[in-house]
């Protein structure tokens, strides 16, 4: 059976994921950083303790990483797949963002993939694994007072083509860049909510509809398939068409 280790699991995208890794025949390890978030995780997967692993875990911090690494290494025996998922978002205007926020986006978004990524890359080696990193169509479109998220988001682009071409043959890394993708409903209880999507914001996509996570779990399970081993250093993007082009309604 094969493991894969999802970071920021507990919410959102990773939720979704989670759900989709353990019914594909994963194992599971979570790391999150959220203790509520983990501790509700926990109880809706209860009936598949078996399969995953829950580790609380900031992958901003080095000594957390190598340690959650070892707690996954030990328990599973092995890791095939790492979904660098964990992100943090800060809306300010440029004069109210603190250097400390700034810092704190970019050790959880960019700096946190390139953690995981060096802790974790000696034993994907070994299963010819696969890392996916979780970009953004905001490295390239980006909204108002998004800095530190878009610069994050575009150097996770650039991170992965480094990792991909540093690490291969053995490891494949690939990027998938998600746009407007609802998960209101998929936080934690206390901020849990579902948006009232208007037709409006449906038909601006091509595609005629607001993504959902499960669009984006869906591609990653493909990439992170050994079947596709030909594919890495690749940035796949995934929002219902409206790539390069915001349409404010």
Not at 64 to 87: C, P, S, Y
Request: proline share 3%; hydrophobic share 40%; with cysteine.
């Amino acid at each position: 059976m094969r493991t894969a280790i999802i970071t920021g699991g507990g919410q959102g995208i990773g939720r979704v994921t989670t759900q989709y890794l353990l019914t594909h025949g994963y194992r599971v390890a979570i790391w999150e950083a959220d203790t509520d978030a983990l501790a509700e995780l926990r109880e809706a997967f209860k009936a598949s303790s078996a399969q995953i692993l829950f580790i609380s875990c900031d992958v901003s911090s080095e000594t957390n990483v190598r340690k959650a690494a070892e707690q996954t290494i030990n328990h599973f025996g092995q890791i095939d797949a790492l979904i660098n998922n964990a992100a943090i978002m800060i809306e300010k205007p440029l004069d109210k963002f603190t250097l400390d926020e700034w810092n704190r986006v970019i050790g959880t978004n960019l700096t946190g993939a390139f953690l995981c990524a060096k802790h974790l890359s000696p034993y994907l080696a070994q299963q010819k694994g696969s890392i996916i990193n979780m970009a953004s169509t905001r490295a390239f479109q980006s909204e108002p007072d998004t800095f530190a998220y878009s610069a994050s988001k575009g150097g996770i682009l650039a991170l992965t083509h480094s990792l991909a071409v540093s690490l291969g043959p053995d490891i494949r890394v690939n990027a998938i860049s998600p746009g407007w993708v609802d998960v209101s409903a998929l936080k934690k209880k206390a901020k849990a909510k579902s948006d009232e999507l208007r037709p409006e914001d449906h038909s601006q996509h091509p595609a005629g509809r607001v993504g959902q996570a499960d669009d984006i779990a869906r591609m990653i399970l493909f990439l992170i398939a050994p079947e596709n081993s030909f594919i890495t250093g690749q940035n796949f993007v995934v929002d219902g068409g409206m790539t390069r082009k915001m349409i404010y309604v």
